[in-house]
Structure formats: C-alpha cells, structure tokens
C-alpha cells in the first residue's frame, strides 16, 4: 500500500456533494457548537430559526458508536488528519488522529456509489457487524452517514500492519514455526467465531492476507468481516474479481452468489499455503494447470527453514498443516473441512513436535 500524503478527510468526504455547501455546513456547525459551549445555561437561549437548523443538521449526518469508540464525535471524525494507506475499488482507507482524544484510528469511506441503498438495510448489517467481539477479529467502533450517502467505518489501528506484509518483509521472523501455527489458530478462530459463534453464520466473503492485521506477537485479527453485505452487487463483483486476481477464487464463484462458508474455508487454505511457503498466492487462471504451485512452493522449504531455538519443529508438524491447507482448497465445496473441524485439525498439529514426545 502505497502511503499518500496528510488529508482532510472532510476533503474526500466532499466529492459526493458539493465542496463548499460541504464547508459551509461544517463551519456552520462549529460555530454553533463553540457558541454553546462558551455559553452558560443562563445565557443558552437560542432563536426559533437557529434552532431548527441545528435539528436539520443532525438530521442529515449519523455516528453510530459501538463498544471502544464511547467516545467518538462526528467533528472527530470528519475533521481528523488522515494519510490514505490503502484503496479499493469501493472505497478508501485512511489511518487518521483523532485530535481531541489523541489517538489514531482506521477510517473505511465506502463510495456511495457502491453501496446499498436502502437505510433500514445499512442499519441492520452495521449493527451486526457493530455487535460482534472477538479476541481474533477487527471490532467496528463506530459508523458514519453523511447527508449524500458517505459512509464512514471506524475501526483501530494496528502498527504492525498486515499479515501480507509481513509475510513477504523478508525478516525472516514470518518463517518461525511457532509463528506460523499462532496465526493459523487465530485465524481460525476468529472464523470459528463468524461461522458458530452467533444465532446466523456471518460470511467473511473477502479473506486474505492483506486483511489479516498483526498486535503483539503476531496476534492475528481478521479485518473486513461482512463488509461485502453493505456494498451492491456490482462492487461485491468487482470485490470478487480483485480477490481472483490476487489468487483467492474457488470454482465455484460465479458472479457474487458463490460467496459462501467454502469459499471462506478455500481462502483460510491459501492464507495456510502463503504461511508455509512465503509467496504470493498465484491466480490460476495464469498458472500452469499441469503445476501444483503450492504443493511444489511447500517442497522447496526445508523443515530447517521453520526451525529456530525457542521454535522447534518437527516434519509431522508442517506435513499435516499442509495437508489441511490442500484439503481447505478442494476444488468441490463439499469436500472442505467445516472450521470446527479445521480447528480440531490445529489442535492436534499443535500436540506434535519434538517438546510433546
């Protein structure tokens, strides 16, 4: 990702609408809000007028505040400083600092024009995406909607970065054993969680290494989570087809109805395969069919390769999680593992090796 320089978020916000009606409203806002608060009750009387455009105001832009972001304002949020870390063809990602509380968060702006349309709609997935908590996933802190559709998701920032990142950074830490099955469990878990853990199985529908994000020692968090329930059906396709591109496509994904636990499953599979052997996953629509890429990739690596003092390993260890990543990526959906079962398969991984025996 490629970083941009220091924006106004309120800037890219404005593409939607008018710049300067953008600007005049904001400055509108401050103003009253710096009058009220230099006010004392006594002094707070406000004419039938004034008031009235303040409701209309609040009316036409929403922040929905979730757990971890209590604290969250709209004026934060719109007026944070932010350097573009990443984009999409539906949307833009920003890390931002937040000036009144001195801390930095991820901004998701999500192009209007590729979202869906209807508010109940919206509500009810950013609720749910809003209520969901797990010691291996993004939470959602907040949500914004603005007076022509913008729509903003605040999540917290990782310093460490993403696990594709990491992964090809070449410190050699990514090639650890002990490191490699952390990240395959906590992946795994944080699906495990999305696929059981609540009344209906929530789809990731675009897992991939690029958003799995990295905290203190490795500890996976998976980003992005059902965000392909707030897009329309032709930025969940484009969505869809990037991931193809970067070789994260089942076969059985045919426009945007193929999205399914499996093919959460068959993406696990390729993170496993990209963890053992340290490349890119291949799209395979350039690849040799008469080549099993990873297969042969997994070859190449040496058990030694994985080995390090406070990191032993043995062969048994690393032939089994590539088992699991083989069977992950079946080419027929119904011969992938479940995540219950994929976790169970970890587990006992995580029982061999030289310290078990």
Known sequence: MVMEGTHKLMIILALSSSFTLFITI?????????????SSKDESSWDTEASFEVEE????????????GEDLTCFDILDAPGEVIGKSSYGTLYRANLVTSDSVVVLRFLRPACTI???????????LIGSIRHP??????????????????????YRRGNLAQFIRDGNGES???????????????????LHTGLQKP????????????LGRNQQPYVSDFGLHLLLNPPATQEMVEDAAVEGYKPAEIVGTNGISVETDIFNFGVILFELLTGKEPMNKEK?????DFHSNAILDRRISDFYHPDSPVDEEQVLKLSQLAMVCCSPSPSLRPSIKHICKKLQEIGSYGPRSR
């Open 26 to 38: 904001v400055a509108l806002i401050s103003c009253i809000c710096c009058m009220k608060r230099g």
């Open 117 to 127: 349309g209807k508010v109940q709609d919206v509500m009810h997935v950013v609720q």
């Open 57 to 68: 105001m609040e009316m036409k832009g929403e922040l929905i505040r979730f757990e971890g």
């Open 287 to 291: 690849a040799d069919p008469d080549q």
């Open 175 to 193: 090639q650890r054993w002990s490191v490699v099955y952390r990240i395959s469990v906590g992946i795994a878990r944080g699906l495990h969680h």
């Open 136 to 157: 291996n996933l993004v939470p959602l802190c907040g949500f914004y909607v603005g007076p022509r559709g913008e729509k903003l998701l605040v999540h917290p920032f």
């Open 202 to 213: 929530v789809i990731h529908g675009n897992l991939k290494s690029r958003n799995i994000l």
